[in-house]
DNA sequence: ATACATGCAAACACTTTGCAGCACA
DNA sequence: TGTGCTGCAAAGTGTTTGCATGTAT
């Protein structure tokens, strides 16, 4: 494992990824903000942007795009599914296997390269319904 | 088929369900609202915007939220997938079936009511790759 | 006549970016 | 020591909303 890209390992950095691993909500940025600046008030909300961002696509957090509301970050690098209460807005994880076979189905679908899918459910969480 | 809601049925809003019936390539608010405007150029972004939701939730339209962008609108009100290309930000149809045992699977979740479910597919378009 | 709809502009929520200074390797 | 990172503020998207006016029923 080498990466050419020279990443350095600020305070910042390190405690945002901190931050989302000790949080199991799945928060979104402003989530992960607030929090941050329980601890370190002077951490900008551009910076914890910027680590959320860095920090999926090195591949320590899980970024979930929501339809409809602001991203999320995940601790659980491993691709699993999501339900999104249509009342409260919060995210949470559905314990269903990812279904590889629907990738199977449509590799190579008409021309397209198909890298990844996602799949979120809506609906009314325990609390809401 | 009876609505309990007194919707007018302006100029505007025909012009914007037309245009929609019209463009075959998922638009989102800002494509509708340019093809609006080559015909109408006084109607504005906002009643393109109000009337894109409320067709979408008359059920005339398909409303299709797109995780990292512009939600866009279908025709084709029958539910069905959608793959977006990285590269052009393009949205296309995907030829698969609904996926009815999925919700089957995950139907009273841990106390959730699971009401619909999207998946997007994520890739390169023909095109780009 | 009167609710509903419109145009406009401003506000909104979420996110990115330009820049000058700072700090990790 | 130098490039990568930071804080700040401003700008950028996509969308909604308050308000006075207009219009379909």
Redesign the interface.
Known sequence: MHSDIKNRNTLQRKLVLETVRNMTNHPDAEMVYDEVSKINPMVSKATVYRNLKLLAKQGHILHI????GA?CFDFNCSPHYH?K??KCSRV?D???PY?EN?YQ??KN??????????????????DC?
């Open positions: 795009p929501i339809p409809d991203d339900i209460c249509r949470f559905v314990d269903m279904q629907l189905n449509i679908y008409r021309g397209f390269v198909i890298e990844t899918h996602q799949i979120v459910f809506s609906g009314l969480c325990p319904k």
